[in-house]
């Protein structure tokens, strides 16, 4: 399948508050995990699908993330120091990174003659297969 898919994304919630920031959308999944170093080192902005119209967006030193940015006015807005968003998604993406491993020793232990494939498909589908 040349377009793999990992539905679900990162979710940004204030643990403090219960506040959701980010939301995965319909567009965005596990996949699309690159965008965050895009709002970090890129372009400097990120749009995270619809319903809601998650965004983030740096400035200067600090990351904007608006929860529905095309929705209602007053849609929860936050500012974050890029630092923190940087160790954030260093984090998951360790976290998506373990999970690759897991997958894989399952699939070896269960699917032997196809945990190679299946391993390297999940891997495409999380956007792994060239980590930085």
Known sequence: ?????????????????GTVFVEPGCCNGL?????????????GHAH???DPA??????GDIVRLTHDAYGTDGSPVTELPADQVRRLVTNA??????????AGAWAEQHLPAH??????ALARALDLASSP
């Open 1 to 17: 399948m040349p377009d793999l898919f990992a539905a679900g994304g990162f979710r940004v919630t204030d643990t403090t508050t």
């Open 31 to 43: 996949e699309t995990w690159r965008d965050w170093l895009d709002v970090l080192d890129g372009t």
């Open 48 to 50: 995270f699908g619809h």
């Open 54 to 59: 998650s965004t983030a967006e740096r400035v």
């Open 93 to 102: 993406h360790q976290d998506v990174r373990d999970f690759l491993g897991l």
């Open 115 to 120: 945990a190679a494939p299946v391993t390297a």
